[in-house]
């Protein structure tokens, strides 16, 4: 089947459906079956609605990224200092590639202003 027209709610074609779902017609699409010679109109309607937070941007696997380690917590800076991170005493910060970052389930730990370009060659 191919889509050929795809319409917001108040646009032409719409009236009637608008005026059974209201606010929860999201679109209409008019779908079309070439080999049935069938035209079918569908819709999009929200069924359900709640609070979401979308996922954080996956960073490049290379990408150094700054870490908050505090200093009472000795077993897992020993960890970071193992798997190559180098401390960066100008922003406070553990700085190590991404991907290791992952690998030792860090990723909570990611300070959001970006890293430095210097010092972390793991």
């Excluded at 990224?65 to 960066?88: M, P, S």
């Excluded at 590639?97 to 959001?112: M, N, S």
């Amino acid at each position: 089947m191919r889509t050929l027209l795809h319409l917001k709610p108040g646009q032409k074609g719409t009236k009637q459906l608008v005026a059974q779902y209201g606010d929860r017609l999201l679109c209409v699409r008019y779908r079309y079956d070439a080999q049935m010679k069938r035209r079918y109109k569908t819709v999009e309607l929200v069924v359900a609605e709640r609070d979401w937070e979308p996922p954080s941007a996956r960073l490049p696997a290379d990408q150094i990224v700054g870490l908050h380690v505090a200093f009472a917590e000795a077993e897992l800076r020993q960890r970071v200092k193992q798997a190559g991170a180098r401390w960066n005493p100008d922003r406070k910060l553990w700085e190590m590639r991404y991907r290791q970052a992952v690998a030792l389930k860090l990723e909570a730990r990611i300070v959001a202003e970006p890293a430095s370009n210097s010092g972390c060659r793991a």
